[in-house]
């Protein structure tokens, strides 16, 4: 603050009292600017903290995603077993399709080997599916070899 000093003031006196003021700013700047680097660093930190938790989150999610949609397919599967079984050929048919766009879904969560293995189950799907018409009992294996892929890609 600003003051006016009175005439009978002691020069000397009030100039060690502003540079011993002064000195003790000088310092409280220094340890001010030491403290804002600090918590500056600590920021970062705590920003790749949360980046980690973060892609690990999605990582973790996709995961429980890809197993859950294995799990509905698998559901379908047996499904079709069992319309297979009942000789239900327009069933079995929709049931594969479903099968098929539930498995494309998958493939767009999944690594680059389980999209592998769903590539080469959605072409014995097809095969099921054509055999479906003639040969259930061909059919019907397929789909049992179906239900062992979609079960070994989880692993």
């Known amino acids: 603050k600003m003051t006016q000093l009175p005439a009978d003031a002691n020069l000397p006196k009030v100039i060690t009292s502003l540079n011993s003021t002064s000195t003790k700013l000088a310092s409280m700047e220094d340890f001010l600017k030491k403290e804002a680097s600090r918590l500056d660093g600590d920021i970062k930190k705590q920003a790749e903290s949360i980046d980690k938790l973060n892609k690990d989150t999605i990582a973790m999610t996709q995961k429980n995603t890809f197993d859950t949609l294995m799990a509905i397919i698998r559901g379908h599967i047996l499904k ?62 397929r789909v049992d070899l179906l239900w062992y892929d979609v079960v070994k890609i989880q692993k």
């Open 80 to 141: 079709t077993k069992l319309e297979l079984s009942n000789k239900n050929v327009g069933v079995v048919k929709n049931e594969l399709d479903l099968v098929n766009d539930l498995l494309t879904k998958a493939s767009a969560i999944a690594t680059p080997e389980q999209k592998k293995a769903i590539g080469e189950i959605q072409a014995a799907l097809q095969k099921a599916k054509t055999e479906a018409d003639t040969n259930l009992a061909a059919a019907s294996s």
